[in-house]
């Protein structure tokens, strides 16, 4: 039995020096049955792959057992039964093994032997020789220059000088882990995650010693090739030009890295650019791409027309004209001649492109071109049918148009208030020049008159003045101004604008606000569908200019709406825009409007200046400039400045404004509405058939309210219509006692009427019969409108409580007013008073006043007769068409 204590590296010795013995022990008990032993035991090994071949010769079993050791050290390193069958042809038995380390970091002992159930026969062996043999002490390092897959795991072996020790082994400057393989032999494993760079990684063997000669390999680590889009086409229709990409870099260089192609088995020496050239056209193709790492295919099936794709045009000329050119090139292949195709002239920088189609195609005719410009284009052609893709773009070419007269000028008319104005138009650009400008010529002409006016003007001016005044005495109503472009090639079409000689005074146009949107003033309006020939033309200006301004304009043709955007608006400026419609006749305003690119605070400070008046301080200040205003005022701010800070009190002062305003209007509603709802309490005076004249009541007025209101008559200018020395009070007596004025007085009364009072006053009134005084009313009252019923005329003071008049049967007006009962309260005039004197009555004998005389009564207020059966129904209807004049009229002072 064998000793617990032998070590594993030598337990495959052992195991095989038991199989030894039962081996001999059954030889010689069973010599006999002894199976044969493989002979003719050979091997070959592939380095790269690190694999050994084993070959052998035996002939009556097909069962073996395979052992392989590190011969140094006797260690197992493989230990397996195997069935290999015979080659039918040279009854040889094959079995190949990978090694994990490289064949070369030791020596191994590979044995076979046949076997049969639990028979053996004895071993074969051979020995594969390593690089750590004594014969051979160099240091050394495998594998050398190995290629692997990014991500896959190698074994590097470090075999150190002999006589030295070893140190350790680095990774791309990292120390790995070893193991020892023998007594000179130390291996690594590592991982490459990542592809390795064009020179690979180091893999570096440190002897112990760092004076010691170090030894070391390099690793690539890539990916097999793998292609995409293969194609094959012809550009001179023989040949072939296949091409392809590659989908994932390999990341493997170098001659014996890199990645071959093969095209139909023919090598493709110059594939730097991923392209090779065949020689003859094949309708099936296919690509083969192979490293070290692997392989990929691609196939392609096209026919040859289906493939042209042209050369580049060569030898570019050009025929040119001032409003066409012809373009000619040639082709490098005469092939093309008979070919369909179809050519793309792109002009370079003005994003403009056209076809041309035709059989071995070699010129093309460009029209719709400028006079004296400049071109640049390029051209390009494909196959006309089964097009394919666009041949090679030629070189650039360029040209210059021949020159021709100008086009015709873009012409418009400025007019100032005092009948001067100026004809106007956009300087020509040299694209509308179509050469070198000499000058521009202006003419005024009349067609009924058959005068021409013509100016001349240098090319740097785009204006000419003119006068009305000069033209006022021709009989035709407008002017035509004509300009015309010259060069030197002759004159442009004339471009004519229409002068009115009369303006006619027509009714002023409104200005409304244009709000700058989007980059431009939007400008809308209404298309005069019946006018077919109308062009409108849309003009703008500074608003701050007066005379001779600077003028843009636009004519609009087809459309009703448009915004005016220009690069010579700026922040801060008002600008004038008005719409014109431009026929057969004077242009016609159609709108204005005024706008700001964008407003900005005023550019100077307001005049103010100040004035003391009494207690309060007048403030007043000047306009603001308009090209000093940048912008619409709102308003003005008015601000106190305390030293320490600025007070603002202009806002206040408005609302203090609005304020009284709002309290007077609604003040005078609120009387205007009391004075309707009281219009019924007015005078009514009485006429009796049983009155007694001799017996007449007079309200005494003290003298002192007479005074004051002969004073406030004073004030004011006289009314024509009514006396201005009689007043009268339309009231009733209340409860207040009787106020005597004069010892000597026989009576005299003041009462007031409150709301009811209509400032009427009888003063010096003379009369024959006796004065009388108001009593208080029996019942107390002291209510300051009453009914009509309620206002009772008596014939005695203590009979009623309302002013009773003087009476006579008829009145002093044409119309007589008709007897009333007492109880009407109708209103009859006095009749019984007379002139002081004949020449102070008036022409017609009528109520003309005279002071100190007796008269009747005169006012403003308009009186209605009461004595027929309709006198209710008259009343109602005069009291609701007069009640707002009777207001005003009897509230006069």
Known sequence: MLSSSVTSSSNCYSIWLLCLFLCCSATHTHAGDALLRPEQLSFSQNSDLQQIVISWVQGTT???????????????????????????????????????????????????????????????????????????????????????????????CCIVEEGLSFGQIKYNNTVVNTTRLSRRTYSAVVVNREPTKYLGTNVICYPNNPSDQLTGSTMFAGYPPLLSNFECETRDLTSAVCSWNEARETHLYGRTRKTSYLINNRSCSDNTEKKCTLDRWENNWTLEAKNPLGQHNLTDLAELSHRVRPVAPANLTAVVHPRNATILWAWKYSSYSFFALVCEVVFVSRENKKHFLGVGLQSVVLSDMVPNEKYTLKIRCGAQRNFWKWGDWSEQFSFTTSTTVPDAPDVWVWMNRDNTGQVIWKTLEPRQSHGRLTGYK?????????????????????????????????????????VVAVNDDGASLPSRVLIPLRWTEKEPIAVSRAVYTNGGFPISWERDDNNGTCEYVVEWYNASCRKDCSVDWIKVATLNNFSVRSDNFYPGVRYNFSLYCCSSEPPQLLQRLQGYMQELVPSSPVPLSARQQDSNILLTWEEIPLANRRGFLLGYNVYVNNDSSLTLIADWLILEILTSLGITSLFLVCVTFICYKKRKCMVHIVEKPHWDSSKEMLVVIPEEDEEEDRQRMGDEPADTDEPTSLRYYNQVADERPIRPRFPDSSASSASSMESGRTDVTYTGIQTSGSLSAWSPSPHGSSDVCQSQADLEFGSQIGGGGGYQPQMQPRALTEEPFEPQAVSSGGYKPQSSWHFDSPTEAGPSGGLAPSLGSPTSVASTQFLLPDGDEHAEEKHQQSSAASWFTNLLSTTKP
């Open 62 to 156: 097909a069962t073996f057992d395979i052992l392989v050791l590190r011969t140094e050290h006797s260690f197992c390193v493989l230990q397996e039964t195997i069935s290999v069958p015979p080659n039918p042809i040279n009854g040889q038995h094959q079995w190949t093994w990978t090694s994990a380390e490289p064949l070369m970091c030791t020596s191994l002992s590979i044995k076979v032997r046949s076997r049969d159930g639990q028979r053996t026969s004895e071993w074969s062996s051979v020995l594969v020789e390593g690089g750590d043999m004594p014969s051979n002490p160099n240091p050394q390092m495998f594998p050398q220059d190995k290629i692997i897959h990014v991500g896959a795991t190698i074994t590097f």
């Open 442 to 482: 202006v003419t005024f002409q009349s067609a009924e008159e058959n005068l021409q006016h013509p100016i001349n003007v240098s090319p740097d001016i785009s204006t000419a003045p003119f006068n009305l005044t000069h033209m006022a005495t021709l009989s035709t109503d407008k002017i035509e101004a004509t």
